[in-house]
Structure formats: structure tokens, C-alpha cells
């Protein structure tokens, strides 16, 4: 499973755009990049997935460069309730035994008024 | 539409004592896992369960076991439980579908052992 970085903590103000970058050097031709968000005492929840290129959905867009090493998760606009704890997350899930994508210790981001 | 549920939402336990917490999903998942979740920490994956039938160990088994007991429910249970395993335990469930293949999680046991 390629192992993931991501800073451990950003700070932001409401209505910026925040980038969240993580790098992932060994990831394989079948991974896949996907993004959590988790909140206090509640379960991770998915935000978005993509291979490559970039993917947009109504909540964040993810930004996938060519060579696949690194992935940016792009929050328009964040409010105070995007406070979160957000996890990148690289694997396949295709190859049998389940998908067992491994989480990291993510990013705290902070939002303040 | 439910998702994954998970019984109890809180436990505390005394050392040595043994206990199983409870997770069902309805969404049709053949996949599930069990992680745990110490303060500031990241999930640690404990067991999974690709299909019905069939359970494997994750990163952090030692204290644990598990059964998939039909495809909606997949159980964890302490035998004989200690203060290091304090922490929260979250059920997920997962299915493959081309590209797709988050997970959906529950919302978590906060296990606490003294």
C-alpha cells in the first residue's frame, strides 16, 4: 500500500479557497486517490476520488498531476463548518482481500471567522 | 436508509473483561472492516472482511476477533479486555464498483477499559 503525506495541521479564514496537498511517491498503477473528511466523534466521511487529471464534485475538487505523485483536495470557499480532520488516502481495492486503504493521521484544518 | 450502524455507542469495561461490539450495514456491501481510533491518532485497521465468509487480520489484530456472521453484520470481540485498548472503534462497509469504492462508516464506539 503506497504510504501518504499530508501537513498536519492548516489554519484558514471563512470564504478562502484552502488547498490540501499530499504526496504519495510509490503509488502503483491501479491506486486510486481518495479524500476523507472527519469530524469530532463521528466516522470519516468520503469527499472525492480520482485517478488522474481532475475531478469536481459539489463539494471539492481534486487535483491529479500527471505523474500521479502527489494530489491537491481544493475546498472553495470554506466555512467554519469545514472544520475537520481531512485524509488522503492511496489504494486499489481491485486485487482481492477487500480494500483496505490505510489512513494516515490527516490534516487538521481550522477555520476561523 | 440506515448505512452502517454500530451497538453500543458507549462501554466501559474492567480489565479482563470480555465484550463484543456489533455492526450491521444495508447497503448491500461485501465488504467490512473494523478500525480503531486512538486520541489525535489516524484509524488503525483491526480486521476486514472481503466477502461473507471470509475475515483477514489488519495492522493491529493482537486482542481481537472477529466473525462475519451473514453479509449485513460483522462483529468484533474482546476476550479479555485491557486499558491499551481504549479507544474508539469504527465498522465500515465497502463495495466495488469500478472506481467507487469509498467507505461508509459508522458512527463509532467510544470503548473505554479501566
Known amino acids: 500500500l503506497a504510504k501518504t503525506t499530508q501537513p498536519i495541521s492548516m489554519d484558514s479564514y471563512e470564504g478562502q479557497e484552502v488547498n490540501i496537498t499530499c504526496s504519495h511517491n510509490?503509488?502503483?498503477?491501479?491506486?486510486?486517490i481518495t479524500w476523507y473528511q472527519q469530524f469530532p466523534s463521528q466516522g470519516p466521511r468520503f469527499i472525492i476520488q480520482?485517478?488522474?487529471t481532475k475531478v469536481t464534485n459539489e463539494v471539492a475538487s481534486l487535483f491529479i498531476p500527471a505523474d500521479r505523485k502527489s494530489s491537491t483536495l481544493s475546498l472553495p470557499r470554506v466555512s467554519l463548518s469545514d472544520t475537520a480532520v481531512y485524509y488522503c488516502?492511496?489504494?486499489?481495492?481491485?486485487?482481492?482481500?477487500?480494500?483496505?486503504?490505510?489512513f494516515g493521521t490527516g490534516t487538521q484544518l481550522k477555520v476561523e471567522l | 436508509n440506515a448505512g452502517v450502524t454500530q451497538t453500543p455507542k458507549f462501554q466501559v469495561l474492567k480489565t479482563g473483561q470480555s465484550m463484543t461490539l456489533q455492526c450491521a450495514q444495508d447497503?448491500?456491501?461485501?465488504?467490512m472492516y473494523w478500525y480503531r481510533q486512538d486520541p489525535g491518532m489516524g484509524l488503525r485497521l483491526i480486521y476486514y472482511?472481503?466477502?461473507?465468509?471470509?475475515?483477514d487480520k489488519g495492522e493491529v489484530p493482537n486482542g481481537y476477533n472477529v466473525s462475519r456472521l451473514n453479509k449485513r453484520e460483522f462483529s468484533l470481540r474482546l476476550e479479555s479486555a485491557a486499558p491499551s485498548q481504549t479507544s474508539v472503534y469504527f465498522c465500515?462497509?465497502?463495495?466495488?464498483?469500478?472506481?467507487?469504492?469509498?467507505?461508509?462508516f459508522g458512527s463509532g464506539t467510544r470503548l473505554t477499559v479501566v
Open positions: 465500515a462497509s465497502s463495495e466495488l464498483k469500478g472506481s467507487d469504492y469509498g467507505y461508509t
Open positions: 510509490n503509488i502503483a498503477t491501479n491506486d486510486y
Open positions: 480520482g485517478y488522474k
Open positions: 488516502l492511496v489504494g486499489d481495492g481491485v486485487t482481492g482481500g477487500g480494500n483496505k486503504l490505510t
Open positions: 447497503m448491500n456491501h461485501n465488504s
Open positions: 472482511s472481503a466477502s461473507e465468509g471470509t475475515t
